[in-house]
């Protein structure tokens, strides 16, 4: 059974910057990747960023526009997002998720692609 915990989050000024982590546990990070989602009330959860174990390909959704940047470390079976430039509009709960097979620009992006979710970490951004 594979973790994923979490922490970063918080409230932030508009413009500001918040880096956000995700711990795995189990081994073998060597394929698939992880992904961020984030969900926003009353709307559908959907993709940030998501970043592959094997050679750290990364994808992004089309509203970061720059703003965010997924990494990782294998070694430590943790993925980071690095937001900067926060607007209101990002506030949201961030969920990590772990993909253990799927890599390409086709799968990353996709829900179904990921098994294992994080229980989320609560991004408020104040204008």
């Known amino acids: 059974q594979v973790q994923l915990v979490e922490s970063g989050g918080g409230l932030v000024q508009a413009g500001g910057s918040l880096r956000l982590s995700c711990a795995a546990s189990g081994r073998a990070f060597s394929s698939g990747g992880m992904g961020w989602f984030r969900q926003a009330p009353g709307k559908e959860r959907e993709f940030v960023a998501a970043?592959?174990?094997?050679?750290?390909?990364?994808a992004y959704g089309d509203f970061v526009k720059g703003r965010f940047t997924i990494s990782r470390d294998n070694a430590k079976g943790t993925a980071y997002l690095q937001m900067n430039s926060l607007k209101p509009e990002d506030t949201a709960v961030y969920y990590c998720a772990r993909n253990q097979y799927y890599s390409g620009s086709y799968y990353l992006p996709r829900r179904s692609s990921y098994k294992y979710w994080g229980q989320g970490t609560q991004v408020t951004v104040s204008s």
């Open positions: 970043v592959t174990w094997s050679d750290g390909a990364t």
